[in-house]
C-alpha cells in the first residue's frame, strides 16, 4: 500500500496550485480518498474527501466554493485543486485512504485513516 503525495510549493496568496496523489490500483480502487494537512503547531485536519467512485465529494467549509477533489481511476491518481489560496493555507498536505464506507462520514477524522501517504508542502505568502 503506497500513496505518494506532490505538487506543493510556495505561491502568493490568491495564487492556485494542484497537488497530485499516485497510489496503487488496489488501494486506489477500493477505498475512500482524502486530503488531510497539518499547519505548524496544529492539529492535523480534513481538507476533502472523494468516494470509490468519484461521484461524491466532501469539504471542510475553510476550503469549500475554492479547492476541487477529483480522482482519475483508470490512472490511479487524485488531484486537489486548490485556487485562491490564503496565507492560513500553509501546512502539510497529505493524502490518504480510507476502508470505511462513504455514509460513514468516517472520512472527516484524521485518525481513522489507514494508509497515508508522504506530504507536500504547500506555503501560502501574504
Known amino acids: 500500500v503506497q500513496l505518494q503525495a506532490s505538487g506543493g510549493g510556495s505561491v502568493q496568496a490568491g495564487d492556485s496550485l494542484r497537488l497530485s496523489c499516485t497510489a496503487s490500483g488496489r488501494t486506489f480502487n477500493n477505498n475512500v480518498m482524502g486530503w488531510l494537512r497539518q499547519a505548524p503547531g496544529k492539529e492535523r485536519e480534513f481538507v476533502a474527501g472523494?468516494?470509490?467512485?468519484?461521484?461524491?465529494?466532501d469539504y471542510a467549509d475553510s476550503v469549500k466554493g475554492r479547492f476541487t477533489i477529483s480522482r482519475d481511476s483508470a490512472r490511479s491518481i487524485m488531484y486537489l485543486e486548490m485556487n485562491s489560496l490564503k496565507p492560513e493555507g500553509t501546512a502539510v498536505y497529505h493524502c490518504a485512504a480510507i476502508s470505511s464506507s462513504w455514509y460513514s462520514r468516517d472520512y472527516r477524522r484524521p485518525n481513522a485513516y489507514e494508509w497515508w501517504g508522504q506530504g507536500t508542502l504547500v506555503t501560502v505568502s501574504s
Open positions: 472523494i468516494s470509490q467512485s468519484g461521484g461524491s465529494t
